[in-house]
């Protein structure tokens, strides 16, 4: 028997159409409501209030991002409410490359050191101070919340993004070193030992020998923090007020809590709030993958 | 200053070099760990103060009335008054008892779909690595997205679903779905089971390519068929993931805000109010800091409380001892 005989033969078997409907139905079920958001923003604001609705947006119309990106609304719809969004969109859109830049970038460079030193160096009580942070990370946000705004209100930095980033930082640092401690685990202290022995300082062995290998999991580490912070949601929500430090995901729940009605506009405003955190976990999912399964086994 | 070097080999000279090495190696731990702390202490610093003072501070708060709306008036100590409190106040209760059957749908729907979705994916077919990178899209959008793209699915007037079933003939009046008190909660926590499907299901296929192949093959030479293959043989695989699965799910349930806070609000009539929406209002609208973090510490008491029960569960379900 040829095996492309075989192959065909076996994928009508009723064992596998059966597979096949249960995949394609997961599948429908997990991606149809994403499909309609981005559906809904490249429709025409008639084609939306229609009943039933245009299932493909032909031709799509990219209206809403151009104004959500240039400032810009339609002669048309003119209104204060729609330039007042779009403005208070832009500002969140930046807010949160920020935000989520300087976090990735602070827990990195800091949980980077932390490993290193929990690693290579002797940090008096290191294991303990380790297994500390890690039960720290058991505590729900919502019991630090309180105390952390009333002290934020009582040093006058709410509605401040240096407040944001230094919060969201601490809060990812512990799930950073650990996981970096574990990567540096894996890679044998020999290699720096070599270094020093020809000659090189230990920040020169760290820097020249042990980060290029550890490359891997500050990716990973990095791409972690950077979903989780441009989708944090309550720290921002509680530590900002105005529509100039707000972040995407803040700008987001205000514009649906405005009931406003332009519903390709909020559409394509929650598309842009999601494309970041999508096309990260897509580029980098073996990296986070493989950096959370070993810090959870580790 | 030119001191004489003692002859080799002298009891002197031994000493003298031992004394050498040993400050030498002393200074040597002294530098590494002068280096270690430096490196360390910014990191710890910077979480000690976001997490241990805070921790502290909480409970201080839990047991004082901190006095808000008539601030000149020094904080009052009230002891374990704020958690009696909040025990006896039916808002409170109400909304403990929407979280537990929030969870309970989350655990019971959606472990078996996880389940069934990764058995799935662990078959090998065309484009798998493609699917199985796309399901991970619903868990990674934020909360108040996925809140936005439900209430555009939802949407009474021109939502999809409404849409979808006109089309199909099954209404024809638009139903208002999340206008509803008896099933919004179920609404809400079909959009938590959607987004939270894409971990489990990873999850629980990391669990299944851990499977020795060698197993199956030992089970069907002792004549166990597939269903047996699957109680014996997988499922004993899965049950250290369901340990994780269940205690996410348990966290997530306690946690669940930026969807009710997007989609309905805590309404209609408080019927999606779960707790974590509860407390955000306690706390940050009502100003109501010292039941509020009572509230918060009965919550971090209770999730701890099921993890330690659910390892209790899966340990004996496993068979193992403790």
Redesign the interface.
Known sequence: MRPGWSNRWRLWRPVSIL??V??AG??L???L??Y??IA?SLSSPLA??????EWIPLPPDLTAYRALLTGRADAGSAETLTTFTIRAFQYALRNSVIVAAAVTALALA??F??A???TR????F?HA?IYL?LL?Q??????????????ATRFGVLDNLLTVI??L???H??FV?WILRSYLLTIPKELEEAAQVDGAS?PGALLRVTFPLTLPGLVAAGAYTF?QT??A??IPL?FTSSDTKRT???A??M???RHYTD?AL??AA?VL??VP??V???FF?RYL?HGL?SG?VK | MLVKYPRQGTRVEIAYRRAQTATRRLTFRRRRQLVGILLVVPSLALIFSVMLYPLLYSLWISVYDLNVTTPWLPPRFVGLENYTDILKEPTALAAFGRTILFGLIGIGFGIPLAISLALALNRPFRLRGIVRALIIIPWVIPGTVQGLLWARIYDPHYGALNGLLYQLGIIREPVPWLLEPSRALFLVALVNLWATLPLMTLLYLAALQGIPPELYEAASLDGADGIRQFRYVTLPFLLPITLIVLILKTIDAFALFDIVYVLTGGGPARSTEVIGYYLFQAAFQRSDYGRASALAWLIALLTLGLAVLYRRLTLRGSGAEE
Not at chain 1, 48 to 53: D, H, I, K, T
Request: hydrophobic share 70%; no cysteine; aromatic share 14%.
């Open positions: 597979h096949a249960v995949v997961f599948l079920f997990l991606l409501p994403v309609w958001l809904t939306l209030v229609r009943m039933p609705p800091l949980g050191l932390s290193a030193a929990f160096l002797d940090v008096p290191g101070v942070i720290g058991m505590i729900p946000p919502v019991v630090l919340l309180i105390p952390l705004y009333v002290t230094a919060l930082t601490a809060l640092l512990p070193i230990f979903m441009w989708n949601f309550l509680i995407v995901t803040v987001v729940a514009f649906v809590g519903y909020l559409a929650g709030a999601f955190p999508v990260f976990a897509l999912q993958l399964a959870a």
